[in-house]
């Protein structure tokens, strides 16, 4: 297992995240991803900690708060030190009927941050996120209240999910300009079937020093190879249930179908040259896996064992790549020259 700077500072992450999500199977949604009840959670959470991975994800809104009570209840089981493990979780979302009981009003995120850390059995979280983007509450509201749970010591680090570039460069413009704790990670969705990322945000994340955390890695299962054309029920998984993150299935598919040679050849799941992909792209630094089972955790984290050559990233990124759009093809055909300047410099 490989250890990754989380965005500017200096806390070190696994390279794999586990996610929650699967934890507690309480309401509709949730149902539909997962419903590990303790004794199944605390077995994935020991074989996780067990490969080396260190980075725990959850949110107040899954299974409508049982993940967090879950997965804090699985690291007292389990006696784990509290330096060990870096437990994130997240706020936004609906957690209760009243209707100030959600958005990233500052009153919101102090009343959620408290519920948390009772449902975790903590007295601080490492990473605290804001779920999404709420168009009701100024931004400089919201990053004052993260500075104050950061000042009074509930929480060490705050970061961001599902936003637009622009978003998150406005918030990190206000935190500097204010001199608020800024936001060091963003949390987002990121595949080979998927790379949407990579026109305005990637660019962003290098530029202003954000880490990466994934969400999703197998584009809700369809990129573990076990759904044939148009037969996504030919396997278990929540994508059975779940047509969720929408996905272009025939490009999709098109992917699975260089990933499974590539698997093939190298005696390896589908998924994991999925994942393994994303390893490789320098913007990621944690890509955060949700299993069911042992065996669905243990292949994927098998995954960072297996290295891509140089031909077979470039065999991937023919049949994923995004289609030009402007200004991007723009700006690459504008900068040719400056950037041969560079290269001839040796930078």
Not at 54 to 75: C, H, K, M, P
Not at 311 to 328: H, I, K, N, Q, T
């Amino acid at each position: 297992m490989q250890y990754r700077k989380l965005g500017n500072t200096g806390l070190f992450v696994s390279q794999f995240c586990l996610g929650t999500m699967t934890f507690g199977g309480e309401g509709e949604l949730w149902s539909k991803i997962g419903n590990l009840q303790q004794s199944d959670a605390e077995r994935l959470v020991a074989r996780a900690l067990e490969a080396g991975i260190n980075f725990i994800d959850t949110a107040d809104v899954y299974s409508e708060g049982l993940s967090e009570r879950i997965t804090g209840q699985a690291l007292k089981n389990l006696g784990i030190p509290r330096d060990e493990v870096v437990v994130a979780t997240k706020v936004f979302g609906e957690t209760g009927a009243g209707i100030n009981a959600r958005g990233l009003s500052r009153y919101h995120i102090m009343e959620g941050v408290k519920a948390s850390l009772k449902r975790l059995q903590l007295d601080h979280i490492d990473l605290y996120q804001v779920h999404g983007f709420d168009p009701a509450t100024p931004i400089e509201e919201t990053l004052c209240a993260l500075d104050t749970l950061v000042q009074h010591g509930h929480v060490r680090y705050v970061g961001v999910s599902n936003w637009a570039a622009w978003q998150i460069v406005k918030a990190l413009g206000i935190a500097e300009r204010k001199g608020l704790n800024r936001f060091q990670s963003l949390q987002a969705y990121y595949t080979l079937a998927g790379r949407d990322l990579e026109r305005e945000i990637v660019p962003m994340l290098e530029s202003e020093g954000l880490g990466l955390m994934v969400w999703s890695p197998l584009a809700g299962g369809l990129l573990s190879g076990k759904y044939g054309r148009g037969d996504r029920a030919s396997g278990e998984g929540r994508r059975v249930n779940l047509d969720f993150p929408p996905v272009d299935e025939a490009r999709a598919h098109g992917c699975v179908d260089v990933m499974r040679g590539i698997a093939e050849a190298k005696g390896v799941s589908v998924a994991q040259i999925a994942l393994a992909w994303l390893l490789h792209q320098p913007a990621v630094t944690s890509v955060i896996l949700g299993a069911k089972r042992i065996d669905q955790l243990d292949d994927n984290i098998a995954a960072a064992q297996v290295t891509l050559s140089a031909d077979e990233l470039a065999e991937l990124d023919r049949v994923s790549a995004l289609p030009a759009e402007y200004p991007g093809w723009m700006i690459e055909r504008q900068g040719e020259f400056r950037r041969q300047q560079l290269g001839a410099q040796g930078r």
